[in-house]
């Protein structure tokens, strides 16, 4: 059986050396036994364990060995994982040629697809490969999977970030139409801007002003209340994780009618080119 979401035993935490993850695990920390930290950034890992009393893992969720050696020696030593919340995420903004550029924009990477594809999409589907079999046979478990409002919509700026995220909303859904029944709980996070390294907001900076592409339009939300936000709604077995509501009225919109949406968006990209001038 599925634990309640306040019992849980072991939840795995990616990305949560900054940010949103950072916040995650603390707010885990008082709802399951042990909260592990997994990121890239082994330091960043290490720090928020040893504050939260859990765990910290280094690893790269874009390697699938690293994934699943960490499902292996996690639930080895810690015991069955309940909770794993899949939340690194990079984005790196369209470069020079625009949407289908190799290079970036913002950060220097060479091949920018590559890398939120293998990130942002493929280490979900990494995490199940190792998770799902063992969660159905134990009667099920709770699968979050950060992705963006850029996944539901489209980050002006960002197209390897926008279709990386949109594969991973559908990554999501696939997840749930097919194991839901089984006892596998699956939510995915949209949010717009949250003040973090991810829109050039440091942790704990005083002020949280940010943004990039035009994503800060509805406000710029805190880590924590993301963290908090996504506890409540997976709490209450949400599908869809929207810490901005208004999401839910342009994806409305979009569906409603596609053309007006993209003029829409082509007039919106357009008035922030003419602000950054
Ligand atoms: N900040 C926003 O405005 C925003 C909006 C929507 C969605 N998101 C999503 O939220 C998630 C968390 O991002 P954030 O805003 O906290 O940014 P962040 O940069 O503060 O945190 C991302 C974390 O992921 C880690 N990471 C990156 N690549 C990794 C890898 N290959 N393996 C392991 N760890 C890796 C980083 O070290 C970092 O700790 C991401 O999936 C992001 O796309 C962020």
């Known amino acids: 059986m599925r634990p309640a979401?306040?019992?849980?035993?072991?939840a795995v935490v990616t990305g949560g050396g900054h940010g949103i993850g950072r916040a995650l695990c603390r707010r885990l920390a008082s709802l399951a036994e042990t909260v592990v930290v997994a990121d890239i950034d082994g330091a960043?890992?290490?720090?928020?364990?040893?504050?939260?009393?859990?765990?910290a893992r280094e690893l790269d969720v874009a390697n699938e060995q690293q994934l699943a050696a960490l499902v292996e020696e996690v639930e080895r030593d810690l015991g069955a994982i309940d909770l794993f919340v899949s939340n690194a995420g990079v984005g790196f903004g369209d470069g020079e040629s625009g949407a289908a550029s190799r290079d970036a924009g913002m950060r220097p990477i060479e091949d920018r697809w590559a890398a939120c594809l293998n990130v942002n999409l493929m280490a979900h589907v990494y995490a199940a490969r190792a998770l799902v079999p063992r969660m159905r046979s134990r009667g099920g478990g709770y699968l979050i999977n950060v992705a963006s409002a850029a996944g539901l919509l489209s980050q002006i700026g960002d197209a390897a970030y926008t279709a990386s995220k949109h594969a991973a909303v559908a990554f999501a859904e696939s997840l749930a139409i097919t194991h839901g029944e089984e006892g596998i709980q699956v939510s995915v996070v949209c949010p717009q801007a949250v003040a973090t390294r991810m829109i050039g907001v440091p942790d704990d900076a005083?002020?949280?002003?940010?943004?990039?592409g035009g994503n800060?339009?509805?406000?710029?939300?805190r880590p924590e209340a993301v963290a908090q936000i996504v506890v409540q709604a997976a709490t209450a077995g949400e599908f869809l994780i929207l810490p901005h509501p208004e999401?839910?009225?342009y994806e409305q919109?979009?569906?409603a009618d596609r053309s007006r949406w993209i003029r829409g968006m082509q007039r919106f990209r357009k008035q922030l080119l003419q602000s950054d001038d």
Do not use: N
């Open 247 to 249: 999401v839910s009225t």
């Open 216 to 221: 800060d339009v509805d406000g710029v939300l």
């Open 253 to 255: 919109r979009k569906a």
């Open 44 to 55: 960043a890992a290490a720090t928020v364990a040893g504050e939260i009393g859990g765990v």
């Open 206 to 212: 005083g002020s949280i002003d940010g943004g990039f």
């Open 5 to 10: 979401f306040d019992q849980l035993r072991v």
